[in-house]
């Protein structure tokens, strides 16, 4: 996958692109959260199983998603925006 250049976009493309990773950022976060929620109850439930590692699968997608959002931020910081 080809790195972006921040440096490139016009600031309605990044405050666009800051809005569209948060709301994907948000549904990780929705999701991490029940899929941890339904771990638990599984576990206690049925005891561990292989299934049980689901939901960190999931961290590695929303800490690049947090990571874009940070960087996307530091880019409109730069040019003196409030996005």
């Known amino acids: 996958m080809e790195k972006e250049n921040l440096h490139e976009l016009s600031t309605e493309e990044l405050i666009k692109k800051k809005k569209s990773l948060k709301f994907a950022f948000g549904l990780m976060v ?5 899929s941890l929620i339904v771990t638990i109850f599984q576990t206690i439930k049925n005891g561990f199983q292989l299934l049980n590692i689901t939901p960190f699968s999931l961290l590695p997608i ?4 947090y990571n ?15 996005g």
């Open 30 to 34: 929705g999701s991490l959260v029940i």
């Open 62 to 65: 929303t800490a690049i998603i």
């Open 68 to 82: 874009s959002i940070t960087n996307i931020n530091k880019e409109l910081k730069s040019r003196n925006v409030n």
